[in-house]
């Protein structure tokens, strides 16, 4: 794992495909108020199945709240086709073909396969915020598949942060 990122600096670039064309690029999001991209483990995980069901039933007031919103794995074309097809995840985009590198680059953790339906490589969860200028907002990096914040309860911080002019926290280096 690289140096982990600090809040109210700018994240690493993040360029992906996206599950029934085109492609996710975090330097074009233009969301009023934060792009979330959440890094899944892949399409072997049932938790993340859980998981992504649950942020797409969300969805909406994430849109309404002023995000915009991508899910994000180290699966090929294939399986993430697959989760998209199988999960019913309606218009929740889902990237794939997350390199080693960019995994890195995000702080993520990484793991090997120890069960024969895990894929080889995959990251763990890691959920982000990242404000219209490119800057973290929030970080959620775990190393295990069910340590993962509550989507619902992220999102009913949204508007107290917005009024309150609410900073990003961490940034402190002593």
């Known amino acids: 794992m690289s140096e982990k990122l600090t809040p109210d600096t700018a994240v690493p670039g993040l360029k992906l495909p996206l ?9 074009a999001e233009t969301p009023k108020n934060f792009t979330m991209v959440l890094f899944y483990r892949g399409y072997h995980c049932p938790v993340c199945k859980n998981y992504l069901q649950g942020l797409a039933a969300l969805l909406s007031g994430y849109e309404e709240a002023g995000f915009s919103v991508v899910a994000a794995s180290m699966n090929g074309p294939e399986l993430a086709e697959k989760a998209a097809a199988e999960w019913e995840l309606g218009s929740l985009r889902l990237a794939h073909s997350v390199s080693v590198d960019d995994a890195k680059n995000w702080g993520l953790w990484i793991s090997k396969a120890f069960k024969d339906v895990e894929a080889d490589i995959f990251t763990e969860p890691g959920l982000f915020w990242i404000r219209p200028d490119g800057k973290l907002y929030l970080a959620d990096i775990s190393n295990m ?30």
């Open 19 to 27: 599950v029934g064309g085109g492609t996710f690029d975090l330097s």
């Open 145 to 174: 598949p069910w340590a993962r914040p509550d989507l619902k309860n992220l999102l009913t911080k949204v508007d107290y942060a917005l009024a309150n002019d609410y900073p990003a926290r961490g940034t402190y280096a002593g």
